[in-house]
């Protein structure tokens, strides 16, 4: 069984961009792996709450010495939202913000496209009970500071974590890019689809998920794990760090 539970923090660095005096979005956030024994990255969520679980017991995943990354989209289309929401709770786990938190927090927010959130699979917020739409809605605010980008260093290599793509053709940590593009697009991978394949400068390994494949895809030196967990159960983690990893 996985219990949750305190772990030392990592060192960790965050970039916020900055507007007008008034703090936004976050962009990046930089992970030091030598805080962790095994770390793990995993695919889309979407709500698969149990299939996570069972995967990391399977693992045996220590929460106490052991770090989870979400490539994002933890919420709509499945049944467990709330739970996979309140992963973000958890020093063992952190996220990039997917297109779907995005969906969820301008849905939430005053002057939001609720409708767009619910053609995409939000509707499960609505038919919420009292007590979990609170909550929920508290996750929401906290899915809000949620990075774009994670760059994680471990020993030698450079990992980049981010939903859909990371916009450039070289990496650099705190380097403006269209945060639209970061959450929704899938111009990389369809070009890499068929045939036409660039490396991503400034970094050894970009992790992305946000196109489902029935397998993890990998072009050069990006991967993508998207496996459709919410459609078939098939969910994907790929060890970056510890006995067993990924080279």
């Not at 994002?72 to 063992?92: H, K, M, Q, S, Y």
């Not at 403006?176 to 970094?203: F, L, M, T």
């Not at 397998?215 to 459709?228: E, H, R, S, V, W």
Request: glycine share 8%; hydrophobic share 40%; charged share 25%.
């Amino acid at each position: 069984m996985i219990k949750t539970g305190k772990c030392t923090p990592s060192s960790t660095t965050f970039l916020w961009f900055i507007v007008d005096g008034v703090k936004e979005m976050r962009y990046y956030e930089r992970i030091d792996g030598s805080k962790y024994r095994n770390i793990w990255v995993v695919g889309d969520l979407h709500g698969c709450y149990t299939n996570l679980m069972k995967k990391l017991e399977t693992i045996g995943f220590d929460t106490q010495k052991d770090l989870l990354i979400s490539v994002g989209d933890l919420v709509d289309r499945g049944a467990e939202n709330v739970e996979c929401l309140e992963l973000i709770t958890f020093p063992w786990f952190r996220a990039v913000r997917g297109n779907h938190e995005q969906m969820m927090i301008d849905g939430l927010s005053e002057r939001g496209n609720v409708n767009h959130w619910l053609l995409n699979g939000g509707g499960w917020f609505f038919n919420l009970d009292y007590d979990k739409e609170i909550l929920a809605k508290a996750l929401a605010h906290k899915a809000d500071e949620l990075p774009l980008i994670i760059e994680l260093v471990s020993k030698d290599k450079k990992y980049v974590i981010c939903h859909a793509d990371y916009p450039c053709d070289e990496y650099e940590f705190g380097k403006p890019v269209d945060h639209q593009q970061v959450i929704w697009n899938r111009e990389r991978i369809s070009n890499s689809q068929d045939g036409i394949v660039k490396e991503i400068k400034g970094a050894d390994t970009f992790i992305f998920g946000h196109t489902p494949a029935v397998k993890p895809l990998k072009f050069a030196n990006q991967m993508y794990i998207d496996t459709g967990a919410v459609f078939c159960g098939n969910l994907t983690l790929i060890q970056v760090q510890g006995e067993g990893a990924w080279a």
